[in-house]
């Protein structure tokens, strides 16, 4: 039983920390803004939630903690991406090889 | 806590202050505005992942209590910037 808790806590902590470089690697190499919110977004959602996943394997008892710490994160986490985004698009940040702009139609004027 | 989770936690701690470094570097060098508020969210979402596996690897739960006012903070200031940069003014 023991040593099961561990293997899962391992397994979440190394594709946790996969997740992130590769979140991190995504927010240095993509083209534009809007591309890189994508990226950055990954990493607070299954970088960090597996790490508290290995945090409630390894600790049964008191699990309180990492769940709330991962409702936060799940919850939050869009919301910031989805407010950074329309923040750049507002202040008129151009897409890189975009195909089509729904917004550009709708805003017509900036504020 | 065996051998072997406390190598993997170490080493995953050692990642993580890392892609902090690359972040503050990126951010540094950012080209616009939002690329630097997006390297600061990111630079909090790491510091989140590092809290967590020092709870883990020293065995106390106070770390995560830090994440948790970490991960509040860090939300609302992120929305905070966000609206300042799009609205140019805060109210």
């Known amino acids: 039983m023991h040593t099961f808790l561990e293997f899962i806590a391992i397994l979440a902590v190394i594709i946790g920390t ?3 470089v590769l979140g991190v690697l995504g927010f240095i190499r ?8 994508h990226a950055t977004g990954k990493v607070s959602i299954f970088g960090v939630v597996l790490l508290l996943l290995a945090t409630v394997a390894l600790t049964p008892l008191e699990f309180g903690k ?13 919301v910031t991406s989805h407010a950074i985004g329309s923040a750049a ?13 729904d917004l550009a139609a709708i805003e017509q004027t900036p504020p | 806590m065996s051998d072997i989770l406390a190598l993997v936690l170490n ?10 470094a690359v972040c503050v570097w990126r951010v540094w060098r950012g080209e616009n505005v939002i690329d630097r508020l997006i390297g600061a969210d990111l ?3 790491l510091m989140l992942a590092v809290l967590v596996l020092i709870a883990l690897i020293w065995l106390n739960a106070a770390y995560i209590d830090v994440a948790l006012g970490l991960a509040a ?12 940069i799009a609205d140019q003014q805060m109210f």
């Open chain 2, 73 to 84: 903070l860090g939300f609302v200031g992120t929305i905070a910037l966000a609206k300042y």
């Open chain 1, 30 to 37: 993509m083209p534009d803004v809007y591309t890189r919110l």
């Open chain 1, 66 to 78: 990492g769940l709330v710490l991962i409702v936060l994160l799940v919850v939050g986490g869009p």
């Open chain 2, 43 to 45: 630079v909090g979402t």
């Open chain 1, 89 to 101: 698009h507002r202040i008129g940040i151009p897409m890189k090889r975009a195909i089509r702009d």
């Open chain 2, 11 to 20: 080493i995953a701690l050692a990642i993580h202050i890392a892609l902090i």
């Open chain 1, 18 to 20: 996969a997740f992130s």
